[in-house]
């Protein structure tokens, strides 16, 4: 996603210069798709301007296939990924983007913001209620919650009055143990009735250095929760090959192909190879510059053919990257273009046997 993005500018810059079960997940019932994870940008109210507000429409736009009127007549997504960069005072949750590393009681006020009455998970659970009234229900929808980066460019982080330093293995571990157990306590307190906490998300896009000895005490720390662990790495990161031995139990390789012009659709091609040999799930990524930018009017495209051409990947989980609001932008236009594209969408993601592309 965005760090697979800065990634992909400054690799064109060097060439112009020269299984793990839930204790809080059910499986599925009913008229379901395959495992399918949205991404949601939520918890971060200096970001509006950017990205969604995340209303009860907005919403319904990303766990179900919606009508030119934006009524919905199936599902579409199984699980949402809470993910968010910026902290709720603009400092940030990893160290791709640059800007001043988030502090515990930014960890805690994101939790907070997350949870909060009416806030994004409660409206989440609101949406889905409507949408299992609307088109059958599927059983619990799925959340996963991102762990902030343990940023070791700072010495120590405190979190809830407890001193952790960032540069043992061991006290990140126990730092992400805190968290996740905050995590749970506020999804039991929030009483969802159409929600399952399923898994704990790093995000961290590469591994390498100190956290190849943070990531598998984390991940020991999350599944002794009862939770699985999982990762979205950018394309051929730095311990993306090697995810298994993390303790990861699911992967979506990024092709990071959408966001630079310049690159081939074969980006696509070369992902879905490396995600069929290692075992893991494919990502989908775009984001509004889909509708607004002649650019990147036909970017999506590969990523559906390509999957289309794969019943192998399309039954295991695919993850969906929409910057900015984009599947949102696409499921409200009227352009014919753009409602043949998003029922395209709709048609790969819904698949499990084959697919005719147009």
């Known amino acids: 996603m965005l760090q697979g993005y800065a990634r992909s500018l400054g690799l064109l810059a060097a060439l112009a210069g020269s299984g793990r079960a839930s204790l809080y997940s059910q499986a599925p019932q009913g008229r379901a798709p395959q495992s399918r994870w949205i991404l949601i940008y939520g918890g971060a109210p200096a970001r509006h301007k950017a990205y969604p507000r995340y209303t009860i429409d907005d919403l319904t736009r990303l766990v179900a296939v919606v009508d030119t009127v934006g009524r919905p007549t199936s599902w579409l997504t199984t699980g949402a990924i809470f993910i968010e960069l910026y902290a709720p005072s603009a400092n940030v949750f990893t160290d791709w983007i640059g800007g001043t590393p988030a502090t515990g009681a930014d960890w805690r006020e994101y939790l907070d913001t997350l949870f909060a009455p009416g806030g994004p998970v409660a409206r989440l659970d609101s949406t889905v209620g409507i949408v299992s009234a609307a088109v059958g229900p599927i059983g619990s929808y799925h959340v996963a919650i991102m762990i902030p980066y343990p940023d070791n460019r700072v ?46 998300y790093w995000l961290h ?51 990071n192909y959408f966001f630079t012009p310049a690159l081939p659709a074969t980006r696509v091609d070369s992902a879905i190879a490396i995600a069929r040999r290692l075992g893991m799930g494919t990502e989908l990524e ?35 990257y929409e910057g900015h609001g984009g599947l949102l932008a696409l499921s409200r236009s009227g352009d014919p273009w753009h409602r043949a594209m998003y029922q395209h969408l709709v048609r790969v993601l819904q698949s499990v046997d084959s697919v005719t592309t147009p």
């Open 155 to 200: 010495d120590t982080l405190r979190y809830d009055g407890k001193l952790y330093s960032l540069r043992k293995a061991e006290d990140g571990a126990a730092l992400a143990q805190a968290y996740t157990a905050d995590v749970i306590a506020k999804f039991r307190a929030g009483s969802y009735r159409h929600l399952a906490l399923d898994a704990m």
């Open 205 to 255: 896009e590469s591994i390498s250095g100190a956290d190849t000895s943070v990531v598998p005490a984390v991940a020991a720390r999350v599944h002794s929760a009862g939770l699985r662990f999982l990762w979205i790495p950018y394309f051929t990161s730095p311990g993306s090959f090697s995810w298994r031995k993390f303790g990861f139990d699911e992967t979506w390789m990024q092709p």
């Open 286 to 320: 775009f984001d509004d510059r889909l509708l607004t930018s002649p650019e990147y009017a036909d970017r999506l495209t590969p990523y559906l053919s390509r999957l289309a051409a794969a019943p192998d990947l399309r039954m295991r989980a695919v993850a969906i």
